[in-house]
């Protein structure tokens, strides 16, 4: 697994398409759903006329925690919901990776909201353990 100063992630076996499906899968054991689906590469194809290897980029919101969050700082909405990158590289190799909840969350400055984002990213940390 790596980690960076935003996110952390890792590289799997699965095939791409597999890739979302397991994350999905996933993501619905730990309570979360995928309110938001973008295609980068197909919208950059699109809009742009570039290729690049598959990039999807998945927003997850877990609808309790999402709540909670809301009532303890109303304007949060702006750092939700949670993404998840699905992406190929150049090599082929299939990576996951996943906003880091504790460090966009705490921008907030809220004790409440650090403790969330504390278990928030538990449980993202249990998704990304789960794949393959």
Do not use: W
Not at 3 to 28: P, S
Not at 50 to 59: A, F, K, S, T, V
């Amino acid at each position: 697994m790596s980690e960076f100063k935003y996110g952390f992630g890792k590289q799997v076996g699965a095939t791409f398409d597999d890739a979302i499906v397991q994350v999905i899968d996933a993501l619905k054991t730990e309570g979360f759903g995928v309110l938001s689906d973008i295609d980068v590469a197909a919208t950059l194809k699109k809009k742009l006329d570039e290729d690049m290897p598959p990039y999807r980029i998945l927003g997850a919101c877990n609808p309790p925690l999402a709540h909670r969050a809301l009532l303890n700082e109303a304007s949060i909405g702006l750092l939700l919901p949670c993404n998840i990158v699905v992406r190929e590289d150049e090599a082929g190799a299939v990576h996951v990776e996943m906003m880091d909840p504790a460090a966009v969350l705490d921008l907030v400055g809220n004790p409440d909201v650090d403790d969330l984002a504390s278990e928030v990213r538990s449980r993202l940390h249990r998704v990304l353990d789960a794949l393959s």
